[in-house]
């Protein structure tokens, strides 16, 4: 069962309203958690703002919510409201959480190579305050994209990556990123990177593949998909893992096409879904909407507004978006 309560929904500016917090609580379902969360934050004087919550199974499933609250002394009140929920949540219901202030929007590292669609759609949508992050910095083993990037005022890091060899690469990227960066995205960054590398950065990366995993795993997706004659092309954003496009799934979406398009029909297609899917997967990410769960992901309810997957950057009407629920 899922739970969804927010308030009337806003137009999306990209800056999180000060004097707000995102909780996430996870953990085996139990009687009053909920009740037990509502009574910390009202106990402070906190007013919620939105409650989401989702069990896989009431009888002693996995449980897990997301409030998001608004509170005047936030800052100088969040020790005392840590100190209350491990009280409560972590030694009363075993549960773990997450509690951020969302008036400091997380930092976002962006990886890419020659193909810039979903890293320029990424900055524009920033730009245009549709995506409540910092962009710390882009990096890219190519130099193609960097006067671009810059025209943003975001800086740009040319790292090359050659040869079967990456740790030069992965080093310099390691000294970029420690302490700098929440997370990172690979907008079609096409190396693949070592999991040490990633266990040694130690924040979220969040990969768009061109293609509906599971289906055409790997590199060369829109030919696959021709010379196997799909009529759906897609593009899936998701966590990387050690393995290879097997992380957890965040979102995705799909285009129909037709025996009659090409190979490079369907990779035009397919690039504006990646876009779209990309761009709702970072929002996401950012609003503190995903829950991993092993190798699965909880996405809770999104009222803010994305682009339409067939339209460019500033064209069209626009939708709100919303994920199923589980």
Request: aromatic residues 6%; glycine residues 8%.
């Amino acid at each position: 069962m899922t739970l969804t309560h927010d308030a009337p929904a806003r137009p999306a500016t990209g800056k999180p309203p000060a004097q707000q917090a995102s909780l996430i609580v996870q953990g085996a379902d139990a009687t009053g958690i909920v009740a037990a969360v509502t009574s910390v934050l009202g106990g402070h004087g906190a007013n919620i703002v939105s409650l989401d919550q989702y069990s896989d199974n009431p009888q002693g499933g996995a449980f897990f919510q997301r409030t998001v609250f608004g509170l005047d002394t936030l800052q100088a009140a969040m020790p005392a409201l840590r100190a209350e929920l491990d009280k409560r949540l972590v030694e009363g219901f075993g549960l773990s959480y997450t509690l951020r202030d969302m008036s400091v929007p997380k930092r976002v590292a962006i990886f890419a190579s020659k193909s810039d669609h979903c890293l320029l759609d990424l900055l524009w949508r920033h730009r245009q305050g549709q995506l409540p992050v910092t962009v710390a910095m882009v990096i890219s083993n190519h130099p193609d994209v960097a006067e671009e990037v810059r025209g943003f005022g975001i800086p740009f890091f040319h790292v090359p990556c050659q040869g079967p060899d990456k740790s030069a690469a992965e080093a310099e990227h390691l000294r970029l990123l420690r302490g700098n960066v929440d997370f990172v995205v690979l907008a079609r960054y096409m190396q693949i990177l070592s999991g040490d590398f990633i266990e040694d950065v130690g924040v979220p990366f969040i990969n768009i593949h061109h293609s509906f995993l599971p289906a055409f795993i790997g590199a060369g997706p829109y030919a696959k998909a021709k010379e196997r004659g799909v009529k759906l092309v897609g593009a899936t954003a998701h966590y990387v893992t050690e393995d290879l496009d097997e992380g957890p799934i965040i979102e995705q979406d799909v285009v129909r096409v037709t025996h009659a398009q090409t190979a490079a029909d369907l990779s035009r297609r397919g690039a504006d879904v990646e876009r779209a899917v990309l761009s709702r997967a970072v929002l996401w990410h950012a609003e503190d909407r995903v829950i991993r769960d092993g190798n699965h992901t909880i996405v809770f309810a999104c009222r803010r507004t994305v682009l339409r997957h067939a339209e460019p950057p500033g064209a069209g009407t626009k939708r709100s978006c919303r994920a199923p629920s589980l």
